[in-house]
């Protein structure tokens, strides 16, 4: 799918003045397939706050209850484990380990227990949801990925598009949805939470989360990560975002990853509701362009230069960025840009 071309401008030389060119473009594109698949569209996020997070967590399922922020960690040789987080300073306030042959994943409050996965063992892990005292576990087939619970069950993902449906008191599978968008089945659902109505979902390897409508199993809209923490600097491969925690009395949104060293609290938006890049360009006294715009942070951007407004194809690119919710300032001199017509595109 191309970007829409969003707003451009004209310098006129033989005026004093210089009028803006705007333009917006808005379409989409529908797969036939045997499954009704609706266009879903993209958000953003704005980081609110962000506090230290233990860099050595191999975060595997997040959750607050009562205003407490409850962590599971994974991996084997005992560093799997279920935490309590300070929400301010990030400050481990208490933590348990688990025996080194267990590698544990997501994590859920139901049925008035915290209940937390295994990856392989087939095995989920109950606990007293004050004491922490360990449980009888409920026995389950196959892998342990996500889990949530929607105030009437258990939500689980095991690393495919499928999410399974799982009762409160016994575990027993209920039921389960395959889980698509536009292009098809989305793969790789890992952690899981329940936000308002929707099941949202980190999927494994990519800067995005899913907004899920569990009945249908449709992705009703795709959260962007990018610009939210460059995990690629930690180089490490496993260091992905995945860790989503909703507070839903006060109405608060915190996300993380594998050995990230921060949790940061988010509002997240409709892209198309924030970004709508308001281009001024003019020229300088040294006779060069200078083009200006608004960024919203996490939002990609790319500045080009068009010949003829009938040839928006034929753009040639100057630069891409990503915003940091500043404003960007470029100058370009007269022989940089020869034609009298630019534009910014803000990118899915």
């Known amino acids: 799918m191309n970007a829409p071309p969003l707003l451009g401008c004209k ?20 797969r036939s397939s045997s499954q009704t698949l609706v266009a879903e569209t993209w958000d953003t996020f704005k980081v609110v706050a962000q506090f230290p997070h233990d860099p050595a967590a191999f975060t595997q399922g997040l959750v607050i209850h009562e205003g407490r922020l409850l962590e599971s960690t994974g991996l084997y040789g005992g560093a799997s484990s279920l935490r309590e987080i300070d929400r301010g300073t990030g400050r481990l306030l208490r933590a348990f380990y688990l025996p080194s042959d267990f590698f544990t994943e997501g994590l859920a409050v139901g049925g008035g227990r915290l209940v937390q996965l295994t990856w392989q063992q087939g095995l989920a892990l109950v606990y007293d949801l004050n004491t922490w005292e360990p449980l009888p576990s409920f026995a389950y087939q196959g892998e342990g990925w996500g889990l949530t619970h929607d105030s009437r069950r258990f939500i689980m993902s095991d690393g495919s598009h499928m999410l399974t449906f799982r009762d409160s008191g016994t575990f027993a599978m209920l039921g389960e949805v395959s889980v698509h968008d536009s292009q098809g089945p989305v793969k ?43 995990w690629r600097s930690l180089k490490d491969g496993d260091a992905v975002a995945n860790g989503i925690a909703y507070d839903a009395v006060s109405n608060r949104i915190f996300l993380t990853g594998k050995r990230w060293p921060w949790i940061f609290e988010v509002q997240i938006a409709p892209k198309g509701q924030v970004d709508i890049p308001q281009l001024s360009c003019l020229i300088t006294q040294d006779d060069q362009f200078e083009i200006s715009f608004p960024t919203f942070k996490g939002n990609r951007y790319r500045i080009e230069r068009v010949k003829d407004l009938r040839s928006l194809d034929q753009a040639i690119s100057f630069e891409s960025l990503l915003g940091d919710g500043h404003p960007v300032r470029r100058r370009y001199r007269q022989d940089q840009a020869t034609s009298l017509f630019f534009r910014v595109l803000s990118l899915p």
Do not use: H, K, P, Y
């Open 11 to 30: 310098e006129l030389r033989e005026a004093s003045f210089l009028r803006l060119v705007a333009w917006v473009c808005v379409f989409w594109m529908v």
């Open 188 to 230: 790789r659902l890992n952690e899981l939470e329940w936000i308002q109505g929707e099941c949202w979902a980190n999927q494994w390897l990519s800067d995005r989360i899913a907004r899920i409508d569990v009945d249908t199993g449709q992705v009703l809209s795709w959260i962007d990560l990018e610009g939210l923490f460059d």
